[in-house]
């Protein structure tokens, strides 16, 4: 339930700044954790200084003349002037030198600070001198004792490091962050400017698809948008073509049998042939009528097809259907006067489609055999199944002193588009007065 409020790029987002976070903690750790072999490594290189030397000889040399077990206040205020020689980051701790016992002390003044004290808490002392011993051995007045010097110059760099520290941790947190953001920006700006280059009318270039996230999902359907918009303005430059080729067609192809129908009827008209040439003009007269409408139904079958979406209805067809629908048209031909070689070989099997177009396909092919073929000649036709598909073949001779009115072949074009529609192919090819169709189907 709480995915479906949280898009791919929140999630990406919010995985993106928690590993941050832990990588950033891991490193101020790591730092914080190495900062006394930080501050040894400064001291070695004398990046720090230290006046703690003359300190202890003094203490040394002065401790001669006062007891370090004062009895009165006088000697009390003695023993405070001398510890008081120290700096701020020093502390001293001093033992009987016979017994251990401890006698006095007095920690580092740097310890009073809250936020320096509390930095500072659970790290070891160094101690200062000049040959690295723990206890210097001094002889006071009343006796000798063991004093310890220890320091916290540490604390000259804990602040700065602290701050250096998180920066760098920060640094780590929001790298990343930042990068994440930089890139989906960059890939907006990318779309932006990609989205301006289709407003210019190039719809040739694609809009990047990078990533599984909102703004991908964005510029795939935005690509999408792009690829139906392009098809849609080329199929409209193609049909803008097409209806200029049919008007051109048109024109051509009205332009003879119109002639030809004014000249019988102006002979006709102005009585100028005897009665059984009347009768022959008038024959020819409504051959003439009868190419027109013809073609005018080609004309509109073809404004029909091509009007119709890539998406047509389609149902289940029974090959055998099929099959007896190009039976009975070979039928048509044969009592048309025509022979054909038919060899049908359909198994049992169905195929998508639309029925009336299937008809229509047919009634195309044969309407032209009638008109163009040539008797004489045996007709070719053959129906197979093969592999995912089924294939229609015909083949026929044509008439070598026909009037071809469809000059454009309108018909065939019509059959192009109804095959395409279909996700079929259709194959054409007419050489030495032999025309060969051939249509293939998928098939289910």
């Not at 006046?51 to 000889?57: A, E, K, L, M, V």
């Not at 930095?119 to 004792?145: H, I, N, W």
């Amino acid at each position: 339930m709480i995915k479906q409020y949280l898009s791919k790029l929140t999630v990406r987002l919010f995985f993106t700044m928690l590993v941050s976070g832990v990588a950033g903690v891991l490193v101020f750790c790591l730092l914080w954790g190495i900062r006394l072999p930080v501050y040894q490594a400064m001291r070695d290189h004398h990046l720090l200084s230290s006046h703690q030397g003359q300190f202890i000889s003094d203490f040394a040399e002065r401790a001669a003349q006062i007891n370090v077990r004062p009895t009165n206040e006088e000697e009390e205020h003695q023993l405070w002037e001398l510890i008081q020689g120290r700096d701020e980051y020093t502390g001293i701790s001093i033992y009987d030198a016979q017994t251990g016992e401890y006698i006095t002390g007095y920690y580092a003044p740097v310890l009073d600070d809250f936020i320096t004290g509390s930095l500072l808490s659970g790290v070891e002392a160094v101690y200062l001198t000049d040959d690295e011993t723990v206890q210097m051995r001094v002889a006071f007045q009343d006796q000798e004792a063991d004093v310890y010097f220890y320091s916290y110059y540490i604390a000259q760099i804990m602040i700065p490091y602290l701050v250096l520290s998180l920066l760098i941790s920060l640094g780590v947190f929001l790298f990343p962050i930042l990068h994440f953001v930089r890139r989906r920006m960059e890939y907006l700006c990318q779309i932006e400017e990609e989205i301006l280059v289709m407003a210019e009318g190039d719809l040739s270039h694609p809009v990047t698809v990078n990533g599984t996230d909102e703004i991908a999902v964005l510029a795939s359907q935005l690509n999408s948008l792009r690829i139906a918009l392009d098809e849609n303005i080329s199929q409209e430059k193609e049909s803008r073509g097409a209806n200029r080729d049919l008007i051109s067609a048109m024109s051509h192809d009205l332009k003879t049998p119109l002639t030809t129908l004014t000249g019988y009827l102006e002979i006709i008209k102005r009585k100028r042939c005897s009665e059984e040439k009347r009768e022959e003009y008038l024959d020819r007269c409504l051959k003439k009528v009868e190419d027109i409408r013809e073609l005018s139904d080609r004309m509109f079958e073809y404004a029909l097809v091509f009007e119709q979406s890539d998406t047509v209805e389609f149902s289940s067809l029974l090959l055998t259907d099929i099959k007896q629908n190009l039976i009975e048209h070979i039928d048509f031909i044969e009592l048309a006067g025509f022979r054909v070689k038919r060899n049908l070989k359909v198994a049992s099997g169905s195929m998508q489609g639309n029925g009336n177009m299937i008809k229509r396909i047919f009634s195309n092919l044969f309407s032209n055999v009638l008109k163009y073929g040539d008797k004489n000649f045996a007709v070719e036709v053959e129906m197979l199944c093969k592999p995912g598909q089924v294939v229609f073949s015909l083949r026929n001779r044509v008439k070598e002193d026909d009037e071809q009115v469809e000059s454009n072949r309108i018909g065939l074009k019509s059959v192009k588009k109804m095959v395409s529609l279909h996700h079929g192919e259709l194959y054409v090819m007419s050489e030495d007065g032999i025309f060969s169709i051939q249509i293939t189907l998928p098939v289910s």
